[in-house]
């Protein structure tokens, strides 16, 4: 693959750089990062599938979506940046073997996908008048967004999970 | 029977050997649904934390979210016993031995009996617990319950 062969080069470097090095010398740096990586999504996406939930109509159906999303919206994107920062320690310890795991360009897909849903949701469907109205079913759009980003999510921690246990790309 | 003797058991029983000698992504699910249960769990267990420490959701009754969160909870609970008993069993000898997993384990029945016999009858009478109470248990059983994550994602590195 081409673009593989463009980005090695530079994942390469980037693991040659101090924080690299540091990172993937140190016994104690690696493990800590991946556990601070678990304990800021098990808050992020734990808060964010009780939200996408909600919106489906699976649960505190009789809470406004309206609440829930705007209570529990500020500690979803606290635990975003938690996990952003670890994740990209991680992936500066280990870029060039990231760069040729298909679980982890799977894993960077359905970031994408659940990304252009939040926004697609947050500009487009939430801003139509009544979209959250509080009644215990959403209009179809609405749980379809929910649904979408359970999903998307759920394969972005299945894909994470799969990272050490697939073979690279050839 | 010595513990020897019993992990010899259980890692040569016809359920081990299901798992470990079939191909590693059988392992690998059992991964991926230990670690989807842990986001569940706490999911529930941060939940109920916001809501009584009073940092979201503040004008919702705290019954209506725990009666939600408790579904979360016995799902997550389930995800994570099932397939960690199966992971266990299927290199019992290995994970015994592990520092990483004794304390992760100390830790889990400390979380269970702290959210059983504790957490769960001070969240069923809010109105009369002592705030003080409430906040101390449920502070110290959301940092037992990280530091089993913590611990866990050790396992593999110790």
């Not at chain 1, 967004?145 to 999510?153: D, E, K, Q, R």
């Not at chain 2, 001070?122 to 611990?151: D, K, Y």
Request: charged residues 10%; positive net charge; hydrophobic residues 60%.
């Amino acid at each position: 693959m081409s673009i593989l062969a463009t980005l090695l080069p530079l994942a390469e470097q980037l693991e040659q750089t101090a924080l690299g090095t540091a990172l993937a010398e140190s016994t104690y740096a690696f493990p800590i990062i991946e556990g601070l990586h678990l304990i800021g999504l098990s808050v992020a996406l734990g808060l964010l599938f009780i939200t996408d939930l909600r919106l489906a109509g699976v649960i505190l159906k009789r809470v406004p979506a309206s609440v829930v999303l705007q209570q529990l919206l500020p500690w979803v994107l606290g635990g975003f940046v938690v996990i952003l920062v670890t994740g990209g320690l991680l992936f500066v310890a280990e870029a060039s073997s990231m760069l040729s795991n298909p679980a982890f360009a799977f894993k960077l897909v359905f970031i994408a996908i659940a990304a252009i849903n939040a926004a697609y949701f947050e500009f487009v469907i939430a801003r139509r008048p009544g979209a959250l109205e509080s009644s215990p079913q959403l209009p179809a759009n609405v749980r379809m967004a929910g649904v979408t980003s359970l999903v998307m999510w759920g394969l972005v921690v299945i894909c994470g999970r799969l990272i050490p246990y697939l073979p690279a790309w050839t | 029977m010595s513990v020897a003797a019993v992990l010899a058991f259980l890692q040569d029983s016809a359920i081990a050997h299901s798992i470990s000698k079939s191909n590693h992504l059988v392992g690998a699910g059992l991964q991926v649904l230990h670690v989807i249960g842990f986001i569940t769990l706490l999911a529930s267990l941060v939940l109920v934390g916001l809501r009584l420490l009073g940092l979201a959701l503040k004008n919702q009754p705290v019954a209506e979210i725990v009666k939600d969160a408790n579904r979360l909870l016995y799902v997550g609970l389930s995800l994570v016993t099932t397939s960690g008993l199966l992971m266990f069993v299927a290199s019992a000898r290995m994970y015994y031995y592990k520092t990483a997993f004794e304390l992760k384990m100390l830790l889990f029945v400390v979380a269970v009996v702290l959210q059983f016999a504790l957490l769960r009858r001070l969240v069923e009478r809010t109105e009369s617990a002592p705030p003080a109470l409430v906040r101390t248990v449920l502070g110290i059983s959301l940092a037992v319950w990280f530091g089993i994550g913590f611990t866990g994602r050790m396992i593999g590195f110790t």
